[in-house]
């Protein structure tokens, strides 16, 4: 899990939130919106397994 927040301290607390709600691959989508919801959050990431979800200002480049 990726959050996007100008603190430290609310990125890490929102993160350790947000993955404790993700029991299977379909409930990515749900916390990656969820995280933005947050005062302050700009973006989430989530992965697991072969499956990811992205949420607010994040901005996904391919590697070369």
Same mark, same amino acid.
């Given at each position: 899990?990726?959050?996007? &927040?100008?603190?430290?301290?609310?990125?890490? &607390?929102?993160?350790? &939130?947000?993955?404790?709600?993700?029991?299977?691959?379909?409930?990515?989508?749900?916390?990656?919106?969820?995280?933005?919801?947050?005062?302050?959050?700009?973006?989430?990431?989530?992965?697991?397994?072969?499956?990811? &979800?992205?949420?607010?200002?994040?901005?996904?480049?391919?590697?070369?």
């Amino acid at each position: 899990m990726v959050i996007l &927040a100008p603190s430290a301290v609310l990125a890490d &607390a929102v993160a350790t &939130a947000a993955c404790n709600l993700v029991q299977e691959s379909a409930d990515l989508a749900k916390v990656v919106t969820w995280a933005v919801t947050i005062p302050g959050v700009r973006g989430a990431v989530a992965i697991l397994d072969d499956k990811m &979800a992205v949420q607010g200002d994040v901005e996904l480049i391919p590697l070369a």
